[in-house]
Protein backbone atom coordinates (compact mmCIF):
# COMPACT_ATOMS: atom_id res chain seq x y z
CA UNK A 1 0.00 0.00 0.00
CA UNK A 2 1.63 3.59 -1.01
CA UNK A 3 2.11 6.06 1.93
CA UNK A 4 0.17 8.82 1.78
CA UNK A 5 2.09 12.03 2.53
CA UNK A 6 1.03 15.75 4.46
CA UNK A 7 3.91 17.03 2.11
CA UNK A 8 3.54 17.05 -1.63
CA UNK A 9 7.01 17.35 -3.24
CA UNK A 10 7.17 19.72 -5.13
CA UNK A 11 11.06 20.25 -6.22
CA UNK A 12 14.37 19.15 -5.44
CA UNK A 13 17.90 20.81 -4.41
CA UNK A 14 21.21 20.34 -5.91
CA UNK A 15 21.80 17.96 -2.58
CA UNK A 16 19.47 15.95 -3.65
CA UNK A 17 16.83 16.36 -0.69
CA UNK A 18 13.11 16.86 -1.54
CA UNK A 19 11.37 20.31 -1.23
CA UNK A 20 7.90 19.78 -0.09
CA UNK A 21 4.63 21.90 0.32
CA UNK A 22 2.19 22.06 2.81
CA UNK A 23 4.35 23.08 5.95
CA UNK A 24 1.95 25.66 7.04
CA UNK A 25 -1.31 23.67 6.13
CA UNK A 26 0.38 20.85 8.76
CA UNK A 27 1.09 23.56 11.36
CA UNK A 28 -2.03 25.30 11.23
CA UNK A 29 -4.34 21.88 11.49
CA UNK A 30 -2.44 19.83 13.43
CA UNK A 31 -0.95 22.28 15.15
CA UNK A 32 2.80 20.72 15.21
CA UNK A 33 5.30 23.12 15.82
CA UNK A 34 7.96 23.90 13.56
CA UNK A 35 10.53 23.00 15.07
CA UNK A 36 9.09 19.12 15.30
CA UNK A 37 7.87 19.56 11.86
CA UNK A 38 11.35 20.49 10.30
CA UNK A 39 13.47 18.13 12.50
CA UNK A 40 11.49 15.13 11.37
CA UNK A 41 11.45 16.54 7.55
CA UNK A 42 15.32 16.84 7.64
CA UNK A 43 15.61 13.60 9.00
CA UNK A 44 13.86 12.47 6.04
CA UNK A 45 16.16 14.00 3.16
CA UNK A 46 12.85 16.88 2.80
CA UNK A 47 13.22 20.51 3.03
CA UNK A 48 10.27 22.98 3.40
CA UNK A 49 9.45 25.21 0.10
CA UNK A 50 10.21 28.69 2.17
CA UNK A 51 8.28 30.50 -0.38
CA UNK A 52 5.30 28.28 -0.02
CA UNK A 53 4.84 28.31 3.48
CA UNK A 54 5.45 32.04 3.67
CA UNK A 55 2.98 32.59 1.12
CA UNK A 56 0.13 30.17 2.81
CA UNK A 57 0.99 31.81 5.83
CA UNK A 58 0.44 35.42 5.04
CA UNK A 59 -2.64 34.12 3.06
CA UNK A 60 -3.58 32.99 6.37
CA UNK A 61 -3.05 36.61 7.76
CA UNK A 62 -0.17 36.03 9.69
CA UNK A 63 2.24 39.56 9.36
CA UNK A 64 5.60 39.02 7.95
CA UNK A 65 7.14 40.22 11.25
CA UNK A 66 5.70 37.60 13.51
CA UNK A 67 5.83 35.08 10.65
CA UNK A 68 10.07 35.74 10.59
CA UNK A 69 9.96 35.66 14.70
CA UNK A 70 7.87 32.14 14.63
CA UNK A 71 10.34 31.07 12.18
CA UNK A 72 14.10 31.67 12.31
CA UNK A 73 14.80 29.65 16.17
CA UNK A 74 13.06 26.79 14.38
CA UNK A 75 14.96 27.17 10.96
CA UNK A 76 18.47 26.87 13.19
CA UNK A 77 17.48 24.21 15.67
CA UNK A 78 17.07 21.68 12.33
CA UNK A 79 18.92 23.06 9.65
CA UNK A 80 21.54 25.26 11.42
CA UNK A 81 22.31 28.64 11.68
CA UNK A 82 23.57 29.26 8.17
CA UNK A 83 20.54 27.91 6.42
CA UNK A 84 18.49 29.83 9.27
CA UNK A 85 20.06 33.32 8.22
CA UNK A 86 19.84 32.53 4.73
CA UNK A 87 16.39 31.64 4.37
CA UNK A 88 15.26 35.03 6.74
CA UNK A 89 17.33 36.71 4.38
CA UNK A 90 15.49 35.55 1.33
CA UNK A 91 12.07 36.35 3.13
CA UNK A 92 12.62 39.58 4.36
CA UNK A 93 12.72 40.79 0.74
CA UNK A 94 9.25 39.21 0.39
CA UNK A 95 7.71 41.64 3.19
CA UNK A 96 6.55 43.99 -0.06
CA UNK A 97 4.59 41.63 -1.41
CA UNK A 98 1.05 41.00 -1.87
CA UNK A 99 -0.20 37.00 -1.84
CA UNK A 100 -1.14 37.47 -5.29
CA UNK A 101 2.22 38.63 -6.12
CA UNK A 102 3.73 35.75 -4.07
CA UNK A 103 1.17 33.29 -5.97
CA UNK A 104 2.37 34.54 -9.39
CA UNK A 105 6.02 33.86 -8.07
CA UNK A 106 5.19 30.73 -7.21
CA UNK A 107 3.46 29.79 -10.80
CA UNK A 108 5.93 30.48 -12.62
CA UNK A 109 8.63 28.73 -10.55
CA UNK A 110 6.51 25.75 -11.25
CA UNK A 111 6.39 26.03 -14.86
Known sequence: MAKTTFFPVVGQTPEGALVVSGVFSFYE??????????MALRDRNRVPS?????????KAGIAHDRLIGQLEPPIADAYGPKVSEAVVAVLKTLADLTVRQLDSILEKSAS
Do not use: C
Open 29 to 38: THGMPYDATF
Open 50 to 58: WLHLYRDAR
